[in-house]
């Protein structure tokens, strides 16, 4: 495995491709407002914390247990713009000029794993 954390956030990324857009597809049906995808590896201390303060400590616990042992184990939560245009930065405050203005193509992802985040924009085309 590679150390690099930007890259291993980046490969968490690309390898979860479908997770995002079906994320990214409910969250236009229930009409988050220019939704951010959010991909957290709910093993990574950073990103079980994330986890555990969206879902509660039971719900990461019991899917750390059932979790296979090859595949990392996540969780993708599509938030508003907005939202995370103010919130993000207080937790990662390297993260603030991604929000200075929303993609104009593709749905931007935030990676959460290897200690930290990491901002990408899937392209439409890559939808698989």
Partial sequence: MNDDPLEQQQAMVE???GLVFQTLDDAVAEGVSQPVVWLVDCEDEVG?????????????????????????????????WDDCRREAPEVFPYLAPVFDQPPTEGVLVIGVTAGGASALV??????P
Avoid: Y
């Fill in 15 to 17: 390898s979860s491709l």
């Fill in 48 to 80: 079980g914390a994330i986890a555990r303060g969206w879902l509660g400590d039971e719900a990461v616990d019991d899917a750390l247990a059932e979790a296979d042992e090859e595949d990392a184990t996540l969780f993708a939560r599509a938030i508003a």
């Fill in 122 to 127: 899937a392209p439409p085309d890559a939808r």
